[in-house]
């Protein structure tokens, strides 16, 4: 099988890692990948978010799986674009990934779906915000509509923080807050059938004790020794399949990941979110654990043949990942410094360049770069991902040294 996978970030590097590790696959292309991906790879350049350019790479590569990592591409129609010209693509259509390109389409598909999230309203003006925020009390949960990269949300107590967010963004979702642990579960899906992935933790907030402002994520682990044991299937039914039934019901099935981001809460399970993509970081935890051959996986989902797919194998153990974020990350990330260190198995490219003249690796995103380790439990893996991240050198890096920290001193409790 000859797969393109689109996008150059951390999750696109692991996945590339996962893919070339699958017997199944004999070639890999990534475009535009990245430093890290080059090392599994063929690069190729192309605007991954331009559905015309992506499909014809796809048929001049002679791709037989398209795998698309990003949201800005699903939500363009890449997707859409490669299967009409026929080549098997993992990721769903612009219309299904609307779940994630519009917080208000995930609230109405929830809703019709019976699908237990938070209460919210959609507002464009001072006045109904204002209305909603004091509806709903602190802390306040004010979401930009649209795509913003995993940066549009501010939680905050502060009523004029929340206002003038809310006045920036234009269009807003203004929820009820929820209480409890975080979990994102990644589930595989041809629309119909689905394959839950481990579930994951990850860490929005920049900086330790989930202090200072929203982030893309800074680390992540993986499996949560908290987790109630019937959760996988509590959400299957509740939330995957109520959800999937009702967008085959308006004609747009969602094939590909759906990822589904939720609090545990008092009274069980809420959605917080639906991405329409694998989350980063999460998705370095997850993927170092899966055994299950990966290209087989999404080819089966891309080709509506997921039903016949064999259930999952996961390795024993656990998984962390750290990330290695720029100076002035997430505010204004600084670009362009020499990074050392990276060299090692287990780190994961997330923001990273070539300099074209001596070919050092540079920063050249906000969450540069991501220490991965698995080990016998998370104790383990934790140390391992740490000693990674002390080996790079990246001048005005920072990164969480807390990563997994509460989980593995038994500090998570479910609230019933
Ligand atoms: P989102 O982009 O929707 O995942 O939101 C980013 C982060 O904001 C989430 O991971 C949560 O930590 C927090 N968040 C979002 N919505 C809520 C909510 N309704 N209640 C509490 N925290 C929230």
């Known amino acids: ?104 389409f995930a609230k109405e598909i929830m809703t019709a779906a019976g699908v237990p999230t938070a209460r919210a309203y959609t507002c464009t003006d001072a006045e109904s915000v204002g209305r909603a925020l004091d509806e709903f009390g602190t802390p306040y949960v004010v979401k930009n509509d649209g ?5 549009g949300v501010v939680v905050t107590d502060d009523r004029d923080v929340a206002l003038r967010h809310a006045q920036e963004c234009g269009r807003v979702v203004i929820e ?50 908290w987790a109630p044991p019937g959760l996988v299937d509590e959400v299957l039914a509740d939330v995957v399949h109520p959800t999937l039934a009702e967008m085959r019901r308006r004609g747009t099935p969602f094939a590909g990941l759906l990822y589904v981001g939720l609090a545990l809460t008092a009274a069980g399970p809420r959605v917080i979110e639906f991405n329409a993509r694998f989350g980063d970081p999460e998705t370095q935890v997850v993927l170092a654990l899966l055994e299950t051959p990966l290209g087989g996986l999404l080819h089966a989902a891309a080709t509506g043949t997921l039903a016949a797919h064999p259930p999952l194998r996961w390795r024993d153990g656990a998984a962390v990942t750290v990330v290695v974020a720029a100076e002035g990350y997430p505010a204004t990330p600084r670009t362009g410094d020499v990074i050392t ?9 997330a923001g990273t360049a070539r300099r074209a003249a001596d070919g050092a690796l540079l920063s050249a995103g906000g969450r540069v770069l991501c220490g ?7 104790t ?17 890096s920072h990164h969480r040294t807390d ?6 001193d038994g500090r998570i409790t479910v609230p019933d």
């Open 176 to 225: 009820e807050y929820l209480s409890g642990p975080e979990v994102s579960l990644f589930v595989v899906t041809d629309g119909e059938a689905a394959l839950p992935l481990l579930p994951a933790q990850d860490f929005k907030r920049a900086g330790d004790g989930d202090a200072g402002p929203n982030t893309g994520g800074m680390g992540a682990y993986a499996p949560l020794p």
């Open 147 to 151: 795509l913003a990269a995993g940066k």
């Open 341 to 349: 260190g990276a060299d090692h198995p287990g780190v994961i490219h």
């Open 1 to 104: 099988m000859r797969v393109l996978l689109l996008g150059g970030g951390g999750r696109e590097h692991a996945l590339a890692l996962g893919l070339v590790e699958d017997p199944a696959v004999e070639a890999l292309l990534a475009a535009p990948g990245n430093p890290g991906i080059a090392g599994v790879a063929e690069l190729r350049q192309v605007d991954p978010a331009d559905p015309a350019a992506v499909a014809g790479l796809a048929v001049e590569v002679g791709a037989d799986l398209v795998v698309i990592g990003p949201e800005a591409p699903l939500v363009a129609g890449v997707a859409d674009a490669v299967r009409a010209k026929g080549v098997p693509v993992f990721g769903p259509s612009a219309a299904a990934a609307r779940l994630e390109g519009s917080k208000t």
């Open 403 to 408: 990563i997994a920290a509460t989980a593995i």
């Open 380 to 396: 383990a893996a934790r140390d391992a991902a740490y000693a990674l991240v002390r080996g790079i050198e990246l001048a005005g």
């Open 372 to 378: 991965t380790a698995t080990g016998p439990d998370l």
